[in-house]
Each structure stands twice: as C-alpha cells, then as structure tokens.
T-cell receptor, first 112, second 116 residues
Framework: GDSVTQMEGPVTLSEEAFLTINCTYT??????LFWYVQYPGEGLQLLLK?????DKGSNKGFEATYRKETTSFHLEKGSVQVSDSAVYFC???????????FGSGTRLLVRP | SQTIHQWPATLVQPVGSPLSLECTVE??????LYWYRQAAGRGLQLLFY??????ISSEVPQNLSASRPQDRQFILSSKKLLLSDSGFYLC???????????????FGPGTRLTVL
C-alpha cells in the first residue's frame, strides 16, 4: 500500500542553520505531496504542496521539490528561526482517494 | 473566509464512558469532512470522511462512529471508550465537489482525549 517515510527526529539546530527534513514515499499512482506543520498544542497547517513531478512548493522560506525519479519530497529552509520549532508532517494523496497518508512526523527544535 | 471549530479542546474520560466530539465549519457549503486520530508519537490516521449529509465512510474498523446531521457539522462518537482510544483527534475539511487529489485539507485545532 501507499506509505510515507520521514527521517526520525528530533532535529536540533541553531538559529540561522540550514534545514533538511527527508521524506520519501511509495505510491501506486501519481500522488500529490504535502508538507504540514504542527505547532505545540495546535492542529495542522498546510505549509506547502506539489501536485506533479518537478513542481516546487514554497512558503515562508520553506521549499520542497517533487522528485518522481527518487520518490522524494524533502523539505528545506536556508535559515531557520526559533519560531520554526514544530513537528513537520509529510503526506501524500492518491488520485481518486479522499485519504491523506501521513508520515510519522519530524520534530524540529531551533535553539537561539 | 472559512473557519473550522472543534470542541472540547481537551477531555478526560473513564474507560467505558460515552464520547461525543463535535466539529463545525463556517464559510463554505457542503464541504468534504474528515476525522483523523493522532496517537502519541505517531502520524495521523484517517478514521472517517463524509462528502455530504448522512454520507459517512469508515477507513478503519474501530470502537468509534461518525455522523453528519447537518451540512457543516461532523460528530465523532463512541458508546464505550477504550484505553486505546486516547489520542489527539483532528477534524478537517476540503472544498466540495468531485474528489481531486490535489485538494488541500484544512485542519481544526484538535481535541486531546485521555481515557483513564
């Protein structure tokens, strides 16, 4: 079945460091890919998405490129801030499905 | 603009007691509605979805049920809670119409349920 695999956390970085959170997926069709962020005590917010191969999603300085050849959608940010501390979830959605399939989440801690 | 509400925000219930969690959406008509559960340290799992009043699809066999009595209201229930029902319950919505896998799902603030 379809699945999403994320790197285990927590990822601890100093402010202004470069961030990469790896995400790979397994899907039978041509899914859309999403990154959601969950701040402490809150629900999930869409961070960015990409709906076809080679698309780049971007928002708030975060970027991810849909790589069909490597089945990956890695999240990157050039300079993280303390306010970026949160849990990040990679997810996919297959055509004709109502379901979002999530990875297990990666906790990011950014220290001043 | 659209907003999604969930209540209560937190809930502590004894094993064997009933459960009712409510979700409402404002600012859109006939949204697709979803219930997810996030167990401790894990990702989210889709429990139920609904594409219209009275239409409920279950993704995972479990001790829970869902209902949609009104267009923008989605309720998650249980007759008798189990310890394993503890978790963070999230309601979400997406725009109505035919399902597109490009659709974004918008999440509510969640309900943290602890079953003792």
């Amino acid at each position: 079945g379809d699945s999403v695999t994320q790197m285990e956390g927590p990822v601890t970085l100093s402010e202004e460091a470069f961030l990469t959170i790896n995400c790979t997926y397994t899907a039978t069709g041509y899914p859309s890919l999403f990154w959601y962020v969950q701040y402490p005590g809150e629900g999930l917010q869409l961070l960015l998405k990409a709906t076809k191969a080679d698309d780049k999603g971007s928002n708030k300085g975060f970027e991810a490129t849909y790589r069909k050849e490597t089945t990956s959608f890695h999240l990157e940010k050039g300079s993280v801030q303390v306010s970026d501390s949160a849990v990040y979830f990679c997810a996919l959605s297959e055509p004709s499905s109502y379901k979002l399939i999530f990875g297990s989440g990666t906790r990011l801690l950014v220290r001043p | 603009s659209q907003t999604i509400h969930q209540w209560p925000a937190t809930l502590v219930q004894p094993v064997g007691s009933p459960l009712s969690l409510e979700c409402t959406v404002e600012g859109t008509s006939n949204p697709n509605l979803y219930w997810y559960r996030q167990a401790a340290g894990r990702g989210l799992q889709l429990l139920f979805y609904s594409i219209g009043i009275g239409q409920i699809s279950s993704e995972v066999p479990q001790n829970l049920s869902a209902s949609r009595p009104q267009d923008r209201q989605f309720i998650l229930s249980s007759k008798k809670l189990l310890l394993s029902d503890s978790g963070f319950y999230l309601c979400a919505w997406s725009y109505p119409g035919g399902r597109s896998h490009t659709d974004t799902q918008y999440f509510g603030p969640g309900t943290r349920l602890t079953v003792l």
